[in-house]
């Protein structure tokens, strides 16, 4: 029924992602099957991004906009219940992936339609077909390693 499963980047991967995407103050940030949102979250906190998670579950969605609220970040968090090749997301500095291949494939042409130039997009462990990385980067977290892809996009 979903795109991919749910399985969340270990928060070390995440802080290594956004470091690697260079994220800045004010910068937005969006995280395509957002999860529980702890890409959103640790990019508001300790990055000072604005960001939107988009999540096709329901379960997760609700999940997320829960400690999203407990946490105070309504101002800088928004979280979307819905597909996310069904959402613009032109406003994007950043997307953040943790999809498979097979997604990343489809999901490229919007990709490339919609974000502009400069922007970046890191993906963990899945690469984007076509596309060649700025930089790759193996991380190892406790039982296995990630792989982090960060690609520009030109125009």
């Known amino acids: 029924m979903y795109d991919a499963p749910f399985v969340p980047s270990p928060e070390v991967v995440v802080r290594r992602m956004l470091q690697l995407a260079e994220v800045k103050p004010g910068e937005v940030v969006y995280d395509l099957g957002c ?14 991004a604005r960001a939107v998670g988009i999540e096709i579950r329901k379960d997760l969605y609700e999940q997320c906009i829960k400690k999203i609220k407990e946490l105070g970040l309504e ?8 597909n996310f090749f069904e959402v613009d997301i032109s406003e994007a500095d950043v997307v953040f992936l943790y999809l498979l291949t097979s997604v990343n494939e489809r999901l490229r ?17 899945f690469e984007v077909l076509g596309w060649k990385p ?13 792989r982090i892809y960060l690609y520009v996009i030109k125009k």
Do not use: N
């Open 134 to 146: 700025v930089k790759v980067e193996d991380l190892y977290e406790e039982w296995r390693s990630h």
């Open 75 to 82: 101002d800088r968090v928004k979280v979307i219940h819905g």
């Open 35 to 48: 999860g529980d949102g702890r890409v959103l979250i640790i990019a508001a906190r300790e990055f000072g």
């Open 109 to 125: 042409p919007k990709l490339e339609k919609e974000l502009k130039p400069g922007a970046r997009v890191v993906s963990h462990d």
